[in-house]
């Protein structure tokens, strides 16, 4: 999987908050904050408890999905612009109670107290048991510090 | 919704995004795609409107979402009152931007619906997707956890310090009269703790059976149980074996005392204890249910444990423990009635006639007031007439946090999370003063001379 431009890689390292859209059964956008995790190799992770799954069922219905960053607070916007990413969902859901914890690295670079929370996960347990989303982009579009105007448009689809 | 009830709404988020430039609108493209546009954006009487003109836009007339957010992560780790709403409606394009006239508010506001309540909401949603998770998978997938946490959720151990209290004080008691072996110390801690661990492993079992957890709206770390079988971790049958393997280790330690140290005075105020513990949710008894929980509590956890390590320390019963355990009595049904305060809604509905449940308004923040009232009056009454020593009145220094948790009562009563600090309190309330009380007969023990 290619790189992806590095504006849009250095937002991904380092939010702390995306908007996350998947299209419910009536292809309605029902909109997400999360927490996007960026591993370096071109896709991008989210982690979902099964306490909020219903938007793993309506991206197992259909897997079109966006996320932007745009928060000038939870994210380094002011330096690196803002960034909507449309793409493809799939889902890990093989083993909630463990399969994530490959990202917790990732996760504790962006929130270094969440080791710590993990394991006291007896205190939330159904909190922790989370399934893995990877989103593969498909197009991205990229507005520059400042800028609201026409973004710059990088198409990674297949002949794109 | 109304109009006016969607100005207010719009007139809040203006207010509480005004450090934050960009809207959010949302539609879906051509492809197929939902797509994100920010943008700055001005709230104006009747929708938002954002300040956008370059495509990628909606075509006019199609449905969108707005989002506003503000979460705002701490520099320790967290965030502070997280809240966005997404606003949904018809894009309008105009020259000045696109305007969106909402007809529909959805979203969450911390301060309204705090974290835990949220994640206890979606129980149901989580439990439908282990079940979906194990239909399309082929075998169960249900939640985990690692042996030592799930014992420790299963049997709200961090709670025994209601236990520890009364023994050590019984001890103490004893000390304080010429009386004390260590190794039966740690057994009666041991036995005391295992009917303990096994009253609240019962109480959870007979709790979902009466449905009374299930329906509880608000359950926090400290009341509502430890929700492992409405959480898919434990089924009532293997809570059932925990719940023997408790009561019978208990039991059996504790006869090994009767036999061998302390006879049948032991042998009558521990079979009190076990029976009491077990009547306190099970049929057909049911205290907690007949409004005679605290009741119940303030006995086991008062008179009887106390009055139980000090028959084990000396051989005999004695006015003295009883004298020493009625301020840990009342401390312990005002920890377990302050973690009523919260759990009322679903008890009622279940029928469990908690204090909490019976008394309404004032009478719940007054009611605490007397017991930690008496409490305090208790120890100086019995100071002043010899029948406890004289360092007993240090328990005088934990007043402030018996202040500051009536006054959480009074004014946090319907707010369950608003409690949590108060809940806590009490709790360490009901340590400190125990231990305080335990240490003024150690110490009288050791500056004078001994007896009651």
């Known amino acids: 999987m290619s790189r992806l431009p590095e504006a849009v890689e250095a937002l991904l390292e380092a939010a702390l908050v995306a908007e996350f859209t998947v299209l419910d059964g009536r292809n309605r956008p029902v909109v997400h904050p999360m927490l996007p995790l960026y591993v370096g190799d071109g896709r991008i992770y989210l982690t979902s408890s099964v306490l909020f799954s219903r938007k793993l069922f309506h991206i197992r219905r259909n897997p079109r999905v966006a996320l932007s960053i745009t928060d000038p607070v939870a994210a380094p916007v002011a330096r690196w612009g803002a960034v909507t990413i449309q793409g493809e969902a799939t889902i890990d859901d093989a083993d909630p109670h463990s399969g994530w914890l490959w990202l917790l690295p990732a996760w504790a670079r962006k929130e270094p107290d969440i080791p710590r929370l993990v394991k006291n996960r007896w205190m939330l347990p159904l909190f922790w048991e989370r399934v893995v989303i990877a989103i593969t982009p498909r197009r991205i579009f990229h507005w520059p510090p400042g800028g609201t105007g026409e973004p710059v448009v990088y198409d990674l689809s297949e002949g794109g | ?452």
């Open chain 2, 1 to 452: 919704m109304s109009q006016p009830a969607m100005r207010e709404i719009l007139s809040e988020a203006q207010r509480r995004t005004a450090e934050h430039p960009f809207a959010v609108l949302v539609w879906v493209d051509e492809a197929g795609y939902p797509m994100h546009r920010p943008g700055p954006f001005e709230v104006e009487e009747d929708g938002i409107r954002l300040r956008i003109s370059d495509e990628p836009l909606p075509p006019d007339g199609a449905p969108v979402a707005v989002i506003l957010s503000r979460i705002r992560p701490r520099p320790q780790g967290g965030y502070e009152g997280r809240r966005y709403w997404t606003f949904h409606g018809s894009a309008h394009r105009r020259a000045d931007g696109v305007a969106v006239r909402p007809h529909r508010v959805s979203g969450w506001r911390e301060d309204e619906r705090p974290f835990l309540a949220l994640c206890e909401g979606a129980v149901p949603q989580a439990q439908r997707y282990f079940a979906f998770l194990s239909r399309i998978h082929g075998r169960p997938i249900r939640p985990r956890l690692p042996l030592a946490g799930l014992l420790l959720r299963a049997t709200r151990a961090p709670f025994l310090t209601a236990t520890v209290i009364p023994v050590l004080l019984g001890a103490a008691v004893a000390f304080y009269e010429g009386s004390f072996s260590l190794p039966w110390l740690v057994l009666t801690l041991a036995a005391a703790a295992l009917v303990h661990l096994g009253l609240n492993v019962c109480n959870d079992i007979f709790d979902a059976l009466s449905g009374a957890d299930a329906v509880n709206p608000s359950p926090t770390p400290f009341s509502g149980g430890s929700r492992v079988i409405q959480y898919g971790l434990l089924g009532i049958r293997e809570m059932a074996l925990l719940c023997a393997a408790l009561y019978g280790g208990g039991a059996l330690l504790g006869l090994l005392m009767v036999i061998f140290r302390a006879g049948v005075p032991l042998l009558v105020l521990g079979a009190s204890g076990l029976l009491l513990s077990i009547a306190y949710t099970a049929p057909p008894l049911r205290l907690a249910y007949r409004g005679l929980g605290e009741l119940a509590v303030a006995l086991g956890f008062g008179p009887l444990m106390t009055i139980g390590a000090y028959t084990v320390q000396t051989g005999r019963i004695g006015w003295s423990p009883l004298i020493a355990s009625v301020p840990v009595a009342l401390l312990i049904a005002l920890v377990l009635y302050v973690n009523e305060v919260p759990d009322r809604a679903g008890d009622a509905a279940a029928g469990k006639r908690t204090l909490a449940v019976r008394l309404s308004g004032r009478w719940r923040a007054r009611i605490y007031g007397i017991g930690v009232a008496a409490a305090y009056l208790f120890v100086g009454i019995a100071v002043i007439l010899r029948w406890m020593p004289p360092w007993a009145v240090a328990v005088g220094v934990t007043l402030p946090m018996a202040v500051s948790v009536g006054r959480s009562l009074a004014r946090f009563a319907e707010q369950p999370y608003a409690l949590i600090p108060a809940m806590a309190t009490q709790i360490r309330l009901h340590l400190y003063a125990g231990l305080l009380l335990a240490a003024s007969y150690l110490v009288s023990r050791w500056l004078g001379p001994g007896g009651s």
